[in-house]
């Protein structure tokens, strides 16, 4: 079992920055990539980043040059540096942890979720 805890969600006003901590926690070695998930109201969670053990990145194309993950391996942590959010970033974010490939691990884990809002 991996616990992933949040923090750093809130209200933040158009153009202002936010930035999202997840700490991993537990079986650590069953997990890669770790990122995050967003649910805008009323819509499904879609992708908005995600980060491999060796560093490979991949965005939303709708973050791309505005949000910016990190990890730090060393405190199973990743990080979520959002710049110039805009009223449609506002979402409840999700951190993700997804199974280590080769060695049987198949379970992905999810963070409890923490609300960003962006007014306008």
């Known amino acids: 079992q991996v616990q992933l805890v949040e923090s750093g969600g809130g209200l933040v006003q158009a153009g202002g920055s936010l930035r999202l901590s997840c700490a991993a926690s537990g079986n650590i070695v069953s997990i890669d990539a770790m990122g995050w998930y967003h649910q805008p109201p009323g819509k499904t969670r879609e992708l908005v980043a995600t980060?491999?053990?060796?560093?490979?990145?991949v965005y939303a194309d709708s973050v791309k040059g505005r949000f910016t993950i990190s990890r730090d391996n060393a405190n199973n942590t990743v990080y979520l540096q959002m710049i110039g959010l805009k009223p449609e970033d506002t979402a409840v974010y999700y951190c993700?942890?997804?199974?280590?490939?080769?060695?049987?691990?198949?379970?992905?884990?999810w963070g409890q979720g923490t609300q960003v809002f962006v007014s306008s």
């Open positions: 980060i491999t053990r060796d560093g490979s990145e």
């Open positions: 993700y942890a997804g199974p280590r490939s080769g060695l049987g691990y198949v379970y992905s884990y």
